[in-house]
């Protein structure tokens, strides 16, 4: 039986190992999550222990480098530097300026915050990146469209005298 403290930051368990196996395969546990026995005092990251590394090796993304021996160059591994997840910006580009290229934005800055949960944070990086992408090809796509949409409708306006 198992404690293990979720990507919230809260205590779960205890639980089975099968529970923590399917919590692994889900994505919900990765190799640096925080786990200890019921009983004990010491928490341990995941991928030290040696029932969950078959599970952890085959739910890793392909050419991440989270394994047990290396956790201290993971390339998911958490900095101070805050991942912004651009939710506002996306939500601005599609209401004002362009709304088939603000979905992909709004899809992607949605994933952010729940990968950091995970503590998932390459992919959480990945997804902040591409939604900044879409925010900006948005912008520069739909305040040019909109400009010349308005010179359109005022251009006809005044062409049929009002």
């Known amino acids: 039986m198992y404690i293990v403290i979720g990507g919230d930051g809260r205590e779960y368990g205890p639980k089975v190992e099968v529970e923590v196996v399917e919590w692994i395969v889900q994505g919900r546990l990765n190799a640096a999550s925080r786990i200890k026995e019921v009983g004990s005092n010491e928490w341990q990251t995941l991928g030290t222990l040696p029932e969950f590394q078959a599970e952890l090796e ?67 990086r990945e997804c902040s990146n591409k939604a900044k992408l879409w925010c900006w090809i948005g912008f520069g796509l739909g305040i040019p469209a909109n400009i010349i949409s308005i010179i359109g409708l005022f251009g006809s306006s005044f062409a049929n005298g009002f």
């Open 58 to 124: 085959s739910a890793a993304p392909i050419g991440s480098s989270m394994h047990a021996t290396n956790q201290g160059t993971s390339t998911n591994q958490h900095t101070d530097e805050p991942i912004p997840s651009y939710m506002v910006q996306a939500i601005l580009i599609t209401f004002f300026c362009c709304m088939p290229l603000g979905i992909p934005a709004i899809i992607f800055a949605s994933r952010v915050d729940g990968l950091i949960r995970m503590g998932n944070y390459t992919e959480a």
